[in-house]
């Protein structure tokens, strides 16, 4: 039998449940969210709305039903109500914790489990638990031993641990977390590999068994096996280095790890902090059992990334990730080669107004 054009296409796009997917993404420091459209056939990658917001928003989190958007913002995190793919309205805010070293919120994430906490930092000593629904705040925390500086968060999959990385002081926290009400108690923390490796990020593989996190000024991805009976990361000398061989790592700074839908790669990228030098996307294969396989490759990204260069795989498919930039302010859909041996930019949109791009989430 042969089909027509038309057939195909159809049989086509009855394996894609949906071609146009959408972002929302948020800005360092201008009171705006954009929502973009993604067309996964025509590659066309366009800006649905420009919502302006009370505030900054340098990192966004969806909720696990994507009903609520949190950001982190100047001195508060926020909470909106996601209306649509392309429309999110204002809801509350929670203020920082006054005794805390720093005033900027840094970071936010969310539990998939009820009753789905909020967890945000600020770059400093502290860390604030909030309800999903913004109505109080649970629980205020220091973190101890007079850390300065933790940038990023991930939970276990089931929420009942959470980890910090702590770039100012070289460190890894873990927090249990109260099922009920999702208050943390500091269970351990664990130096970095080495003195100013500096911690950034890190994500939790959804089986629960690896942690990866950034290692900042190193510019490495490092690999943490989760201990199944004290749920703290033990490190055994696995880690990769996020740069082409015999590049100056003082020139760059790691930016983002994340582990793709369903789980086959792992994306991780790095800045530049000179404006006349790319950063770099790799992209690594995971094993059945969530460690890596292999390192696939290290490719130079359009631009320096500025302060930003963030990876988001998508939620439809394993190929594709959006990476932000700040050195002109813009977004870009990356697609890896059918044999995941290369990755290219596929669709890229200017978003110049002075405080985009900082991270993306993937709304469909
Ligand atoms: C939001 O945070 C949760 C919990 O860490 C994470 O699983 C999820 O990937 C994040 N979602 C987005 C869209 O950023
Ligand atoms: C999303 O909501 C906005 C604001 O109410 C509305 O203007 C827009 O038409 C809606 N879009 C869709 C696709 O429903
Ligand atoms: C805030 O969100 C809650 C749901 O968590 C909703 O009931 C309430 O109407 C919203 N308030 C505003 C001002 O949007
Ligand atoms: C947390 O800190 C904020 C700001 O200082 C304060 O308004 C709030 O009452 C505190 N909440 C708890 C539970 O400690
Ligand atoms: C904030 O500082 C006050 C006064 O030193 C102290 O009583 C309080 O316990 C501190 N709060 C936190 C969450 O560290
Ligand atoms: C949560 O996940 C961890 C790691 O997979 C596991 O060791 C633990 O038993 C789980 N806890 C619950 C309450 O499901
Ligand atoms: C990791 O490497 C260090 C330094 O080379 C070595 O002392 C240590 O035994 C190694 N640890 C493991 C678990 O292989
Ligand atoms: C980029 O600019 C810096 C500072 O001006 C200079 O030292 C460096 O050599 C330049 N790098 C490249 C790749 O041209
Ligand atoms: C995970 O799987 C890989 C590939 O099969 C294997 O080499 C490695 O030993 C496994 N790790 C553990 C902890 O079993
Ligand atoms: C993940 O794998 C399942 C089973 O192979 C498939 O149905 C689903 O479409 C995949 N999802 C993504 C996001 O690739
Ligand atoms: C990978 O693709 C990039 C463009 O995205 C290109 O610059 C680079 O040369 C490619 N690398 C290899 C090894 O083919
Ligand atoms: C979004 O709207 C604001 C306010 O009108 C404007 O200043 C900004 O330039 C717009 N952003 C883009 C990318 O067009």
């Known amino acids: 039998m042969i089909l027509s054009r038309v057939a195909v296409a159809l049989l086509l796009s009855s394996f ?43 990192w966004i989190n969806l909720s696990h039903d994507r009903k609520s958007l949190y950001t982190a913002s100047d001195s508060a995190y926020g909470y909106f109500n996601v209306v649509n793919s392309t429309s999110v309205t ?19 994430t969310s539990s998939k489990v009820e009753p789905y906490t909020v967890y945000g930092i600020p770059f400093g000593d502290c860390g604030t638990v909030i309800p999903a629904d913004f109505s109080s705040i649970t629980q205020n925390y220091t973190f101890t031993s ?20 702590d770039d100012s002081d070289d460190k890894i926290w873990t927090f249990g977390v109260d099922i009920a009400t999702g208050e943390l108690t500091d269970i351990g923390v664990l130096d970095a590999p080495a003195e100013g490796n500096n911690p950034r990020h890190l994500t939790v593989h959804p089986n629960g ?25 033990v490190y055994f000398n696995v880690s990769y280095s996020l740069l082409p061989p015999d590049s100056d790592s003082s020139t760059h700074w790691a930016d983002e790890v994340q582990v793709s839908a369903n789980a086959t790669y792992l994306w991780a990228t790095t800045r530049s ?3 006349n030098e790319t950063g770099y996307l790799s992209v690594f294969s995971l094993n059945g059992n969530g460690s ?38 813009f977004v870009e859909i990356w697609q890896l080669l059918d044999d995941a041996s290369n990755a290219t930019a596929v669709a890229h949109i200017d978003l110049v107004d002075g405080g985009c791009c900082a991270n993306a989430v993937w709304y469909d």
Not at 23 to 51: M, R
Not at 90 to 108: D, G, H, K, M
Not at 303 to 327: C, Y
């Open 16 to 58: 894609c449940s949906a071609a146009v997917h959408h972002l929302f993404v948020g800005t360092f420091s201008t009171h705006a969210i954009y929502a973009l459209e993604f067309d996964d056939e025509t590659y066309s990658l366009t800006l649905a709305a420009n919502i302006t917001t009370p505030s900054e928003h340098p």
């Open 90 to 108: 204002y809801n509350a805010s929670v203020p920082l914790e006054s005794n805390c070293s720093s005033t900027r919120a840094i970071f936010i």
């Open 146 to 165: 007079g850390s300065s500086g933790v940038h990023g968060l991930a939970l276990l999959p089931n929420s009942t641990y959470l980890y910090a990385a």
């Open 209 to 233: 068994e690896y942690l990866f996190v950034i290692l900042e000024e190193a510019n490495e991805v490092a690999q943490y096996s989760i201990d199944g009976q004290t749920h703290q990361p």
């Open 273 to 275: 902090r000179e404006t």
């Open 292 to 329: 890596i396989a292999n390192q696939l490759f290290v490719t130079p990204t359009t631009t320096s990334g500025g302060t930003s260069n963030a990876v988001s795989p998508a939620s439809f498919a394993d190929e594709f990730a959006a990476i932000t930039d700040t050195s002109v302010g």
